[in-house]
């Protein structure tokens, strides 16, 4: 957090999403222990590189909805921390990385990216949900 990079130039940081591998490694890791149920939180960091993951605990008894007080206190702390909500992480144990129905409805942060993590294919996707239109976002893992 010390040095952040300077991604001025990075024109178009909407359609990229840029992950560490180190980060990305620790989402598949705890999406493996949450399942068969769906791990799920907050990526946060800068434009549109993530920086830090806060993991949300899920109340959802299938897909994900985000603990409501747990939620907002991580949005405070990733605040506190300077820095910005880059999107939101969420596992499909059994499904591959594509946006469910459920997803599509929830449609709750039309700001944001999400990253969806497949344990089935494996494969790691992004999007932007807005009003039940899905648009995929690149994922650069660095
Ligand atoms: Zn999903």
Redesign the pocket.
């Given at each position: 957090m010390a040095h952040r990079p300077l991604r001025k130039g990075l024109s178009g940081f909407e359609a990229v999403l840029v992950i560490p591998e180190s980060l990305l490694d620790g989402i598949l890791a705890s999406a493996r222990s949450g399942a068969p149920r769906?791990v799920c939180g907050w990526l946060a960091g800068e434009g549109g590189r993530v920086e830090r993951i806060y993991a949300v605990p899920n109340v959802a008894e299938s897909?994900?909805r985000m603990h409501p007080e747990a939620q907002l206190s991580t949005m405070r702390e990733i605040r506190e921390a300077s820095l910005d909500l880059v999107g939101t992480y969420?596992s499909?144990p059994r499904t591959p990385a594509r946006?469910?129905v459920?997803?599509l409805q929830l449609g709750s942060y039309p700001d944001c990216l999400h990253l969806?993590v497949s344990l089935v294919e494996p494969a790691v996707r992004a999007f932007r949900i807005s009003g039940g239109t899905v648009r995929d976002v690149e994922v650069v893992v660095e």
């Open positions: 769906e897909g994900f969420h499909h946006p469910s459920r997803d969806i």
